[in-house]
């Protein structure tokens, strides 16, 4: 990277967000600010030209490969790596907001020590004094040193043990979902302690234990794809899902069993009894007895899972081999995890699942997470006053660790507290020095996050000037060389380098270092088919349910909250602004009661709800919802903070307070499902912001389904309007009246006369919709100007969505945020329905019955963006021309002519437009959306919107004008795929296809003339550019 | 010369005169004449009092209009999905009124229904008041309130045009046509009476003023024959318009495909509705004027009875095109429509509707009564009750529909109507009342020369 | 009295044009001037008299969006030996051992609404002079074109019927308005 790097002042500008000023004034602002230009030519940047940088995702261990996209030497996007064999170039919403932890105006911007109660800037030099003096004095005296980092693997993490070993000290390796009870029943049933990997590619049947694999549980990018590709299959493919609370992988399933809490357990074994008994499964049969007491009436009286049902589903998943059954989440936090685990391992052993889709070859990598024992242990020699320093770095156990753990008032006794964390969080508020470390962006670094993948980080950009922070591992040499201990390299990086000695040994026989070194870390590290360890059973712990604590009220069931994973993910306002996938709540947490009990209480959406358990109570808005069971409430955890930020204080409660005392038998994990609550309504205005207030999708037919058996052909195809009694022709209407419908589609030159094309008549490229088949098309004096470019038009853009493969999992929605410059509003517009997001995730709860768990469950989710319609409404309403169509098929915004009539919004039928209320870009004002150096992130080639002004999706219309360019550049054709919008580009299900429909053979023309296409509002006749492909609906056990 | 010797051909005989029992025994040239210029001249303190008053109102509303364009339209209450709310209720509430004035004073003047003429000068004030605050409101709801020169059509360096296939772009011609027409009427008629002001005025100031409304009118024969065939072209010329007008307007909604909006009816309703309103407004004005300024012999109870028959008439009209609207969302094949109209009684905004219809149907049943009809204090509320029925209805049709559109996702978004749109309505209304208040003190508020044409025309005597 | 009130008015109907227009004049004439550089930076020399290649120093043009101010070490290339005696160079050259870039005062502006590609123009075989005047004759820049949108408008509409498929000539708000 350049010595100097400065920007040119068309991006500097838009940083300031003096571009919206620019833009409401609508001309060119007097030439008074100076250009600066480089000082030394970079040779590896053009100014106006992006730069991709492999690196690793640190948001969670998974460890996705990214490529990271900067713009005259600044960070403005990140993407998943296409080459990354944990994610394959996907990347979840977390990851996209990786971005706002870089920029957050929040991060420590200098080394700080706590001076009587306050923080003060110090220098590094004052620091590592300070840090040394008692650092040393600790391993002089042989005093107690310990080291807690979060799960980073690779290097750091050995550097961390060599540090804390030759410091005399411990290194404790905090993860809040530590998965140790996994790993523990693993190690008790095939003696080996790892976290397997799940092959739901393979499956051709999964039965989710309150596993959330689409959400925080494993590695969800990588397990959302291969989840995808096992629904693709309309043979197969069917999937239940056995919890007490829908989370948002259980709204995927196609029958949800609603089970006790903690009759997990029963009901894995009762599956189990019935394959053997009945001589289905291909796995062992010695199992008989571990599992003779659950009988399916056994299991109905422990689990109230009707005892037929047992059966079903034990039969069909038997059947289809192979299958896969997976205990996770909720379900695996109980004072019984292992057992429950140890259960569900047994199940996937009689069925023969294991080594087939429950694999040991890409584990992934927990190793060296500390279980809860050793947390305790560490707790207890701090609270005995045995640790002198403490050094925390990334982890931040005195929030994530429940309160009866003791930690934070266990940490006050230690005398000096170090944290090394790049963002101030509740452990570094405790502690007495601040030495902040670098980004994972601006650093470098290595991670293993799964067996045979090592996976590297480089520093994208310069450290953010307003940051004085340094490299954790320059910090940690430093400390010890300044403390005099141990014996490190000069620097981190030689430390790094010399590590990957081996590794370039194995993959680079033949390159010099320097060579082997740049292509790794173009690639973004290196990688190898690990060979599965193959494993047999060895023996099960004793089968008991969990004992809920405390009363007869409903259980509590706190759960990872998707936007903000353990909690990390709350300093983020992009993860905050995001909706919860289920609630479609924002900025909060809330109480998920179901709508029987809340009556019974006098509850109402949005009523503030005290719950209480002998640890402690905290007071949150109730969530009406009717995917809870009514013995059930459940609390998202991750909100809640004190000192993380100006985006995280103060926003919803953290649940972990509720916990009372409580461990696995087995394992000593932390038991989250343990205790039973009072619920009561408190004082207060109802106050939840949600983006979704109606579930109920009302007969719109926005969401739609299509029955496996007509894909199959094995069922006639139902009628092609829609099914819905209240719209003539569908079901419930008379054959007269469907004839009547068939013909009135059917016509020609139905609504806006579409004519019929002469022979050799070239369509218009804008004209062709995915609603009309392309031999149709408008008459050309229906186009704003029917001159110019619109004859050389030679493309028509349009999108296919897959409902089948969209999960909801709603990275396309940070995506699009990050790309486009979206602005967060917060809470209280987005209760006044301000939100600006260009693309939601619409949610419908077709169906949802806690209570008859054996019929189908059927949620719905619909990516809802601009469907560039071929008749747009918003086209002829807007007065002055800022909307209109584009040459090929576009439905522009020229935010620049826009002058805020807001017809365009109200005569758009899917409400897809956001309208700028207020100004978010300008600093001077209170609603501004980009405190420095938020707004480092801003994407150049996207205008700033100003005040008054409408916006929308234009299916990045940027990255379009960019890929034709290259493709002229290079003097060829466009490729199909080559173009991608953010959304699309970040789908982990690629149920988003971007492309152009005038290409009879790319991808997204062929699904938009497939069996399942249907357009949203269809009868309204928008000729949307965008076709839905219907959701498979499967046959329930 | 002596009024005895005043000679001049009428402009019709008294057998087209007909109807005299308007005019009241007793009075004559010069009488009328007094009667009606006293009220311009020197205001007393009642009138400084409201004056005030009123300027107080507008200095609020202008206040919060401020606050607006720096802010932001967020401070109003509008949503997605409920783009428009009050401003364009407002917008059309206004345009509403103004339609009493061209009707009083050119249809009925070509139907020669001869009451109007006691009426009709305050119903064409209030009118060209009425557009000139109607035509506010499509500036102070725009986003960017600072570009409304785009929305007409000039050649620009850019090469842009406006979008002539907007209905707001049919609005920008539509309101500023009726301004002038109405407008340009208005002051023809005033030409005489302005005359007479002059003849009587002692400041310079007024004489000046006066001189420059009356476009030096003599009274000479000449000058009432051309003066007459002007005013009949003009009252063919803005006829029209009455209906015209407010169907462009009624087109905002009915143009566009929200469920609610869509619908063929809305022309002639809309245009039946802002009669409504706008001879409710009338009604109430004169009750105030010929009190306050004892004015019961020339507007006679006979002139507020055929004014109320004519509300009781469009609140007819009114009341039908609901129940038609109702009727065929029940009886159409349209899912969207049916459900929309069920949730507009019966959702959210279900008093709104509920106040719309029993203001505007309910209510005015009370008109078929002659003593109601006879009974002024009665009469001013029902008038008030029907303009507030008549904003309702604007209300409803717009928020209503708006937030209950097709795609669920966006439904329970509710609007509530903030401060800064209460100020600004409220400021409207002051708006509207200082233009009124000036002219009632400033122009003569009923036409002599017409009133005059009632009189026994004054034959000469033989010597 | 009133001959005062007509008076003021005559007064104020005619002043107001005339004010407006003297001021854009006296703002025309600034513009033309062009603004004074840090360095006086001879466009004439290098580009005229030594016939340099625009793209040489404004590398950028031909291949991004933006057409790059030159890095000091790019004028240093050369004025390292070249003429180091003259004291703009001298200037140049205190630059660049102070390790500071030269703040040059932008002359051509767009609003950050609007986004110009170079690369597409250069590529399509428009000479730079055709937008940015005759540089090689220019002691001192100044903006040449207005950079008003009838401007951009009028030159592609009169290019609008080309026949070059590789480079057609685009008449879509969206290409520079997103």
Not at chain 1, 548 to 573: C, E, I, M, Q, T
Request: proline letters at 7%; hydrophobic letters at 45%; aromatic letters at 10%.
């Amino acid at each position: 990277m350049s010595e100097d790097v400065v920007f040119n002042r068309r991006d500097f500008l838009k940083l300031a967000g003096i571009g919206a000023a620019a833009t409401l004034s609508g001309c060119a602002q007097p030439p008074t600010d100076r250009l600066i230009p480089y000082l030394i030519a970079p040779d590896n940047i053009l100014p106006g030209v992006a730069t991709w940088y492999a690196s690793t995702c640190r948001e969670c261990p998974a460890g996705c490969g990214l490529l990271v996209k900067t713009r005259e030497g600044r960070v403005i996007k990140v993407e998943g790596n296409p080459a990354h064999p944990v994610n394959q170039g996907a990347l979840c919403g977390r990851g996209q907001a990786t971005l706002q932890g870089l920029y957050n105006p929040d991060r420590i911007a200098s080394p700080m020590a706590r001076e009587d109660g306050a923080w003060k800037k110090i220098t590094w030099e004052d620091a590592l004094k300070r840090a040394a003096e008692k650092l040393g004095q600790a391993v002089r005296d042989h005093r107690g040193v310990a080291i807690i980092t979060e799960n980073a693997t690779g290097s750091f993490e050995k550097l961390a043990g060599e540090w804390a070993g030759a410091a005399g000290g411990t290194h404790l390796v905090y993860e809040p979902f530590s998965y140790e009870s996994l790993r523990e029943a693993n190690r008790r049933c095939f003696g080996l302690s790892a976290v397997p990997h799940f092959d739901f590619e393979r499956a051709k049947m999964v039965v989710s234990f309150g596993a959330d694999f689409l959400e925080t549980f494993g590695s969800p990018v990588a397990q959302a794809r291969g989840f995808a590709a096992m629904r693709a299959r309309p043979e197969s493919g069917f999937f239940v899902a056995v919890e007490p609370r829908l989370s948002l992988t259980g709204a995927n399933a196609d029958q949800w069993v609603a089970v006790r809490p903690g009759g997990e357990i029963a009901l894995a074994l009762g599956m189990a009894r019935v394959i053997l008994t009945e001589g289905l499964g291909a796995g062992d049969k010695s199992l008989g007895e571990a599992v003779a007491a659950y009988t399916p009436e056994a299991v109905e009286q422990q689990s109230d899972v009707p005892a037929e049902l047992v059966q079903r589903l034990a039969r069909r998943f038997a059947a289809s081999r192979p299958s896969l059954a997976v205990a996770g989440g909720i379900a695996s936090q109980s004072e019984q995890s292992v057992a429950l685990i140890a259960a569900v391992n047994l199940l996937n052993q009689v069925a023969g699942n294991v080594g087939e889709t429950v694999r040991f070859d890409r584990t992934l990598n927990f190793d060296a997470v500390a279980p809860f024992g050793e947390v305790q242990r560490l707790i207890q020699s701090m609270d005995a006053g045995q640790i002198d320093v403490l050094v925390v770095h990334g982890a931040n156990p005195v929030y994530a660790a429940p309160a009866w753990s003791g930690f934070a008032a266990a940490m006050d006794k230690v005398q000096y507290r170090i944290s090394l964390s790049g963002m101030m969080d509740e452990t570094s508020d405790r502690c007495d020095l601040l030495l902040p470390s670098l980004h994972a962006l601006e650093s470098l670094g290595d991670a293993e996050p799964a067996r045979g993948v090592w996976s590297l980080l480089q520093p994208t950009m310069k450290p953010v000037p307003m940051f004085d922070a340094h490299p954790a591992g320059d910090t940690l040499i430093a400390l010890a060389k300044a403390s005099g201990f141990g014996a490190f390299p000069a620097a981190w990086s030689e430390y790094l380098v010399a590590r990957w000695q081996p590794l370039h040994k194995r993959f680079g026989a033949g390159k010099s270092w320097g060579a082997f070194w740049d292509e790794s870390l173009a690639r973004g590290g290196v990688w190898e088919e690990p060979d599965a360890t193959q494993v047999k059973w060895s023996g099960s712990p004793a089968f008991a349910a969990p004992a809920l604590k405390g009363g007869s009220g409903p259980a509590l069931v706190l759960y990872a909250s998707p936007n903000h994973y353990d909690g990390r993910g709350a300093n983020k306002p992009w993860l905050q602004e995001l909706p919860d996938p289920t609630t479609k709540a924002v900025w909060n947490s809330w109480v998920e009661i179901h709508p029987e009990t809340a009556a019974g209480l006098g509850l109402a959406m949005g009523d503030p709800v005290k719950v209480e358990t002998s640890a402690g109570s905290v007071t949150a808005p109730a969530y009406l919802y009717a995917g809870i069971r009514k013995d059930c409430v459940a609390i998202p955890l991750g909100q809640g903070h004190t000192a993380y930020g100006r985006y995280a204080n103060g926003r919803g409660v953290n649940a972990l307070d509720l916990l009372p005392a409580s461990q696995d038998a087995a394992s000593g994990a932390v038991a989250y499902l343990t205790a039973r609550v009072r619920i009561s309504k408190a004082a207060g205005p109802a106050d939840l912001a949600m983006t979704q207030r109606e579930k109920q999708q009302a007969d719109r037919q926005i969401a739609q389904i299509i029955p496996v058996a007509v894909l199959l052909g094995t069922a006639p195809a139902p009628a092609r309007r829609d099914t819905s009694e209240s719209v003539p022709g569908g079901p419930g209407s008379s054959a007269h009246e469907v004839e009547e419908v068939e013909a009135f589609n059917s016509r020609p030159g139905k609504y806006t006369e579409p004519r019929e094309m002469k022979p050799g008549e070239k369509t218009p490229a804008h004209a062709v919709t995915a609603y009309e088949p392309i031999h149709r098309a408008r008459a050309a004096r229906q186009i704003p100007i029917s001159e110019g470019a619109y004859k050389n038009a030679q493309h028509r853009w349009a999108m296919a969505i897959d409902l089948n493969s969209c999960n909801g999992c709603q990275a396309c929605v940070v995506a699009c945020s990050a790309e486009n410059n979206v602005p967060t509003v917060g809470p209280d517009l987005i209760q006044r329905g301000r939100e600006m997001m260009w693309i939601r995730i619409e949610r419908y709860e077709e169906k949802l019955d806690a209570a008859a768990s054996s019929s189908r469950n059927d949620v719905r989710f619909v990516p809802m963006m601009c469907q560039q319609c071929g008749d747009a409404p918003c086209e002829p309403v807007c007065p002055v021309y800022a909307t209109y169509h584009n040459p090929e098929g576009l439905n522009a915004q020229v935010y620049n002519r826009c002058v805020g009539t807001r017809y365009c919004s109200n005569n758009c039928p899917y409400k897809v437009r956001s309208f700028n209320f207020f100004d978010y870009s300008a600093p001077e004002k209170p609603t501004f959306a980009f405190p420095e150096p938020l707004n480092w992130q801003l994407n150049p080639d996207v205008t700033v919107r100003s005040k008054g002004v409408m916006e929308k999706c234009t299916f990045c219309v940027q990255r379009i004008l960019e890929g034709k360019g290259n493709a002229r550049d290079e003097n060829r054709p466009l490729k199909d795929g080559e173009i991608q919008p953010a959304c699309a580009q970040g789908c982990p299900t690629q149920a988003i296809v971007f492309g152009d429909l005038m290409d009879p053979e790319s991808r997204v023309s062929k699904h938009s003339h497939g069996e399942r296409r249907y357009w949203a509002l269809n009868d309204l006749n928008t000729k949307p550019g965008i076709t839905y492909l219907k959701k498979m609906e499967r046959e329930t056990a | 010369m002596g009024e005895n010797e005043i000679t001049y051909e009428p402009a019709m005989t008294p057998d087209d005169v007909g109807a005299t029992e308007h005019v009241p025994p007793a009075m004559t040239q010069k009488s009328l004449n007094d009667d009606i210029l006293r009220m311009i001249g020197k205001p007393g303190k009642v009138w400084w009092a409201v004056f005030l008053l009123d300027l107080t109102i507008l200095a609020i509303g202008l206040i919060a209009e401020r606050n607006q364009i720096v802010q932001g339209i967020g401070v109003a209450g509008h949503t997605r999905p409920v783009m428009w709310a009050s401003y364009v209720t407002n917008f059309v509430f206004w345009v509403g009124i103004a339609h009493c004035g061209t009707l009083v004073s050119a249809i009925l003047f070509l139907f020669r229904s001869h009451f109007r003429r006691a009426v009709y000068r305050i119903a064409e004030a209030m009118t060209v008041f009425g557009v000139m605050t109607a035509g506010l409101f499509p500036i102070v709801h725009l986003g960017r309130p600072w570009f409304p020169y785009w929305l007409f059509p000039y050649p620009t360096q850019r090469g842009l045009w406006p979008n002539f296939r907007s209905p707001l772009e049919w609005d920008v011609f539509a309101v500023t046509t009726y301004l002038t027409v109405s407008s340009i009427f208005f002051l023809v008629g005033i030409i005489p009476d302005a005359a007479a002001a002059r003849d009587r005025a002692k400041h310079w100031f007024m004489k000046l003023l006066y001189t420059g409304f009356s476009f030096g009118w003599t009274g000479g024969n000449n000058q009432w024959k051309h003066f007459y065939s002007a005013y009949l072209y003009f009252a063919a010329l803005a006829t029209p318009l009455v209906l015209s007008v407010h169907s462009v307007v009624s087109w905002d909604f009915a143009v566009a495909q929200v469920p609610g909006w869509h619908s063929t009816i809305f022309a002639p309703y809309f245009v039946a509705g802002a009669i409504f309103s706008g001879v409710a407004l009338v009604i109430n004005l004169l009750i105030i004027i010929r009190k306050g300024f004892k004015l019961e012999h020339i507007v006679t109870l006979d002139h507020m009875e055929k004014l109320s028959k004519l509300v009781l008439l469009t609140s007819t009209i009114v009341g039908y095109s609901y129940l038609v609207e109702f009727f065929s969302a029940w009886y159409g094949p349209n899912a969207y429509e049916r459900n929309m109209f069920w949730w507009r009684f019966t959702g959210h905004f279900w008093w709104a509707a509920w106040i719309m219809f029993s203001c505007n149907v309910i209510f005015p049943l009370a008109l078929w009564f002659k003593p109601v009809r006879r009974n002024m204090p009665v009469l001013f509320v029902l008038m008030l009750l029907v303009n507030v029925g008549m904003w309702f209805e604007r209300f409803v049709i717009i928020v209503s529909s708006l937030a209950h559109p097709f795609e669920p996702n966006s439904w329970g978004v509710n609007y509530r109507m903030s401060w800064t749109e209460a100020a600004i309505l409220a400021g409207s209304f002051a708006w509207f009342g200082m233009f009124f208040l000036i002219f009632v003190r400033v122009l003569p508020a009923f036409s002599i020369a017409e009133l005059k044409e009632t009189l026994a025309a004054p034959m000469r005597r033989k010597r | 009295m009133k001959r005062a009130l007509a008076l003021a008015t005559v007064v104020m109907l005619i002043a107001t044009p005339a004010v407006a227009s003297a001021q854009s004049f006296w703002a025309q004439l600034g513009a033309v001037k062009g603004p004074v550089q840090p360095i006086k930076f001879p466009h004439d020399i290098h580009a005229g008299k030594l016939g340099m290649d625009c793209l040489y120093c404004h590398y950028g043009a031909e291949k991004s969006p933006l057409a790059n101010i030159p890095a000091v070490s790019i004028c240093m290339g050369c004025h390292k030996i070249a003429v180091a005696d003259r004291p703009e160079v001298q200037k140049l050259a205190q630059y660049w051992d102070s390790g500071k870039s030269i703040p040059w005062v932008p002359v051509y502006m767009l609003p950050s609404h609007v986004k110009f590609n170079h690369k597409r123009h250069v590529r399509a075989g428009i000479t730079c002079q055709e937008c940015h005047g005759p540089v090689e004759k220019m002691a001192v820049v100044y903006q040449y074109p207005s950079l008003k949108m009838g401007w951009c408008i009028t030159c592609h509409r009169e290019r609008q019927n080309r026949a070059d498929s590789q480079n057609p000539t685009i008449m879509d708000c969206l290409t520079c308005h997103h």
